[in-house]
């Protein structure tokens, strides 16, 4: 769809707002297959890129508790409480920025945090290696309105992106993920602007704790020596400490406000 990027700026028109909408539609039955700038496949380095594997075969066995922003997917209320704790934890920064400024959502998947952007106004870029990811993003997206445009980018490389172009990014639950987290907080802090925020999260250790397992203060002990999670083809974690995370984004150029436990 090489009109894609166009056509996501007409959303204030209603029908054009209904076309994008059909459209993600169709893309999600197979009818159509739509293309997003920089309209070629981003390239994802072992072992990140197995997650973009695991995400992929998750939506295609089990689509409705991967659209978790259905209404009826059994992950709609846990996804929405996550967003309810960002949005708690951040208002006081979300206030700071300009009204209607350029934010990027990184790794922004479906639309998640997305749609709080749109909500508050703010012209909004979302990105995503997955191009089945954003073929939802732009159903839903659609029906909130707004100015938004999508692009189909890794989080390691940005190189669609102008040096200073946001004013903010969040990138939620996705450094974690990346092959080499350094290499995505770097593009990060090259689009942003200078005072720009970035507002992000990264798994702990304390992540790897299967739910509703029991664990003991040896299991808790020996979880929290843990750096990462490896399963080939599927799954891909590096896991920080309030430490790493803080030394990751300095070195990177960021003064670091807070950091806080979710």
């Not at 990027?104 to 508050?120: A, C, H």
């Not at 890794?154 to 639950?173: C, G, I, K």
Request: hydrophobic residues 40%; contains cysteine; aromatic residues 10%.
């Amino acid at each position: 769809c090489d009109e894609f990027t166009a056509l996501s700026e007409l959303v204030s028109d209603s029908n054009s707002m209904d076309f994008l909408s059909d459209l993600a539609l169709a893309a999600q039955a197979g009818d159509v297959e739509l293309s997003f700038p920089p309209h070629k496949m981003p390239t994802v380095s072992e072992p990140g890129s197995w997650n973009l594997d695991g995400d992929k075969r998750f939506s295609m066995e089990h689509p409705l508790s991967w659209n978790y922003l259905d209404p009826e997917s059994p992950n709609y209320e846990f996804k929405q409480l996550q967003r309810r704790i960002y949005v708690d934890r951040f208002e006081r920064w979300m206030k700071q920025l300009p009204t209607g400024s350029p934010v990027l959502d990184l790794g922004g998947g479906i639309g998640r945090f997305s749609e709080e952007w749109l909500e508050r106004g703010h012209r909004l870029t979302l990105c995503d290696a997955n191009e089945k990811a954003l073929a939802l993003a732009l159903g839903h997206l659609s029906l909130r309105g707004g100015r938004f445009d999508i692009w189909h980018l890794s989080a390691e490389d940005l190189h669609a992106f102008e040096n200073e172009q946001f004013w903010a990014v969040s990138a939620l639950e996705v450094f974690c993920y990346l092959s080499n987290p350094a290499v995505g907080i770097g593009e990060a802090a090259r689009v942003l602007k200078p005072g720009g925020l970035l507002f992000a999260s990264v798994e702990s250790s304390i992540g790897s704790l299967e739910p509703g397992v029991d664990c003991t203060p040896e299991m808790a002990s020996e979880v929290l020596k843990t750096t990462q999670k490896r399963i080939e083809g599927d799954l891909w974690v590096q896991y920080f400490t309030e430490e790493s995370f803080r030394n990751a984004l300095e070195t990177a150029g960021f003064s670091v406000e807070t950091i806080f436990g979710t």
